[in-house]
Structure formats: C-alpha cells, structure tokens
C-alpha cells in the first residue's frame, strides 16, 4: 500500500524530470481526479492509504502527463468562466484570455438575443453567454462535427440546450439568412510557421485545425471581417480573439465605411487580445 504523500512525492519527482511545469500542483489536481476528492483532501490526509487501483490509475495518469499530454484532457475537464466544461482532444481547451471575449461581450450587448459563435469547439463562449443572458439564444457553427459534440454535452450539462443550435460550417458557408445581435469568435490564428515552436502539450495533443487556418493566421480573421456585416444588425458587434501579434495586421483589415472599431482590448499581459467591432 501507498500513502497519499508517498504517491505525491514520487509523481512530483517523475513531472518535474519530464519537464513540466508546477510539478506538484499538477501531480495533486491528477490525484483529486483519481480518488474524486479535493485538494484539501490531500493535505489533511496525507497518510491515508490508497489500494493498489488507485495507485495503478494514477501512475498512469502521472505516465501520461508526464509525456506532454495536458492535464485537462486526462480529466476530461476544464474550467472557465467559473463553470466546468468537458474537453477531449477534438476541442481546444478553454483558456482564460477568452473569458476576455465574454466580458467584452457582456458589457457591449447585455440585451442580445440572437448571438452567434463562429468556431464553437467546446462551446465555452456560447454557452456561458447562454448562462449569464437568460433570455439569449445562440447559433454555434464549428467545421468539427466531433467538436459540435462536444459543445452539445456541455450545453446540456449546464442546461441551456433548448436555446442553442449547433451547425456544422466553414465559418458562415451552412448558414441561412438571418440578422444576429452579436457574433463572436476565437478563431484558429496561430500562423503555421509557429506551430513547430509551440509548447508540447499544444503542438502535439490540441487539435491543429482549431489552432492554425495556415500560413500567416489571419485567413479565418480576414474572412470574419469581411463576412460577418451579411449576418449581423446594424449596430450590431463583431467580437473576437487574435493573436498577439496580430493586432495592426487587423486594424489594416477593417473597412471604416462599414465597421466602427471600438476596441482592443488587452490581456493580462497586456497583449492586444480582443478586438470589439461594431456595424455600422
């Protein structure tokens, strides 16, 4: 038998030979996932025993992390905006820049009620949208149908599927006519020159096509600018996430006889992240 803190100790060591980073705190949310207790937990009862399963599960959840895969996708889970959302390797993981994007939009159009996200993935965006504005409905369009399963799960664990639809689509191209309130996006950019440089976890394990649109990353951008005054109201804004160079390259994209560019709003790096756009 192995107590909590021996298995602790012994993963701590194997993550931080592997390179990753916050050993520790990595080996103890994958413990919390085995044995579905909290962190908490694992302090106050650092020399409980666990049986020879739990110990199995979790060396090979440790093997694991250890080789680059994320952490979200053994658990399955993670969190944003304050709600959990599944994930598995169909979908990008949500990450706490796009909670930028849903701040931006609830203080632009807290009134929406046709919103539409382009390149849903988890559908983190639409259904937190759906939780915070009670009256809303979205429209969620992802060229993944795995992803769009995905979305659908969560909309549904979180009680919100009777007011999403969710579309298979390139962007707009399955879309019938119709005027949103608001559209909003996090749509692949990262230019295909960058992939090889990225992070292993990212690189090897997220789902290219929801990281990359080719080779300067700005395809998806180029063609939200230039397709979405079809589908939206006057008045209506354009929300989305760029990467973080990429914030002059949009600016020069942006027809001033059709778009008000409201802002640029940036991260907690200080990175220019959300661009907040508004027909005219």
Known sequence: MNSIAEVLSEASQILKGAGVPEARREAGSLLSFIIDKDRTFLISHAQDELDDHQVDQFRNAVERRAAGEPLQYITGVQDFFGREFRVTPDVLIPRSETELLVEAALEVNRAATLICDVG????????????????????????????????KLNAQKHTVAERAEFVVSDCFTSLDAREFDLIVSNPPYVSAGVLAGLQREVR?????????????????IRRLVHETPAFLKQNGHLIMEIGFDQAEAVQQLIDPNIW???????????????????KR
């Open 260 to 278: 008000e560019l409201r802002e640029v709003r940036p991260d907690l790096q200080c990175i220019p992240r959300i661009v907040v756009l508004r």
């Open 120 to 151: 849903t993935g988890s559908g983190c965006i639409a259904i937190t949208l759906l939780c915070e504005l009670g009256e809303a409905r979205v429209v969620a369009l992802d060229k993944s149908p795995a992803a769009l399963e995905i979305a």
């Open 204 to 220: 090897d394990h997220e789902p290219v096509m929801a990281l990359s649109p080719g080779p300067d990353g700005l395809s998806i």
